[in-house]
T-cell receptor, first 114, second 113 residues
Framework: AQTVTQSQPEMSVQEAETVTLSCTYD???????LFWYKQPPSRQMILVIR??????QNATENRFSVNFQKAAKSFSLKISDSQLGDAAMYFC???????????FGTGTSLTVIP | DSGVTQTPKHLITATGQRVTLRCSPR?????VYWYQQSLDQGLQFLIQ???????AKGNILERFSAQQFPDLHSELNLSSLELGDSALYFC????????????FGQGTRLTVV
């Protein structure tokens, strides 16, 4: 089974600064999809951004962007101009192109300091 | 609104009891996933159904069972409840296209007393 590793249980960032959350995964597949989810205190799971493995261009959604390194099996999330509302738990997820199952990391708790 | 509906939102029950959690996926989604999230923990995958059939099974206890009905809604049955079963239970659904994300419901918060 694929594994997803988030090695930073907690991170903090000053408001308006930039922070990068790390995610690595283990797979033998060449085609797959990667996602970052945000879970604020409300506990709702919200999709932040997604990346198709066959695309070399890194995905970007407003202040959120990824650094996808396929050879290194790395998928980090960069949050620019951090806002108080970005404070949440962030989960990295992997989805195989062959099957439907999603594999989630253990999460990184992000604190934004005013 | 993700389009995934979970009921009830909150549930308080006593140890030894049995409860049923219900999930209605987004319209057209064939896959339903169940996850358990204990306090300050990650998402533990329980089970996945695709168009009525079990597709994958994770760390689901024998006291737990699930099914997906012909109308694609799913139910997660938890029996002989223990204090440690207190958690947030999420249902998610995804579409036919493999490049789509999982859409999550708001979860059912189960408290076993």
């Amino acid at each position: 089974a694929q594994t997803v590793t988030q090695s930073q249980p907690e991170m903090s960032v000053q408001e308006a600064e930039t922070v990068t959350l790390s995610c690595t995964y283990d797979t033998s597949e060449s085609d797959y999809y990667l996602f970052w989810y945000k879970q604020p205190p409300s506990r709702q799971m919200i999709l932040v951004i997604r990346q198709e493995a066959y695309k070399q261009q890194n995905a970007t959604e407003n202040r959120f962007s990824v650094n996808f390194q396929k050879a290194a099996k790395s998928f980090s999330l960069k949050i620019s101009d951090s806002q108080l509302g970005d404070a949440a738990m962030y989960f990295c997820a992997y989805r195989s192109a062959l099957g439907n199952q999603f594999y989630f990391g253990t999460g990184t708790s992000l604190t934004v300091i005013p | 609104d993700s389009g995934v509906t979970q009921t009830p939102k909150h549930l308080i029950t006593a140890t030894g009891q049995r409860v049923t959690l219900r999930c209605s996926p987004r319209s057209g989604d064939l896959s339903v996933y169940w996850y358990q999230q204990s306090l300050d923990q990650g998402l533990q995958f329980l089970i996945q159904y695709y168009n009525g059939e079990e597709r994958a099974k994770g760390n689901i206890l024998e006291r737990f069972s699930a099914q997906q009905f012909p109308d694609l809604h799913s139910e997660l049955n938890l029996s002989s409840l223990e204090l440690g079963d207190s958690a947030l239970y999420f249902c998610a659904s995804s579409g036919r296209d493999l490049n789509t994300e999982a859409f999550f419901g708001q979860g059912t918060r189960l408290t076993v007393v």
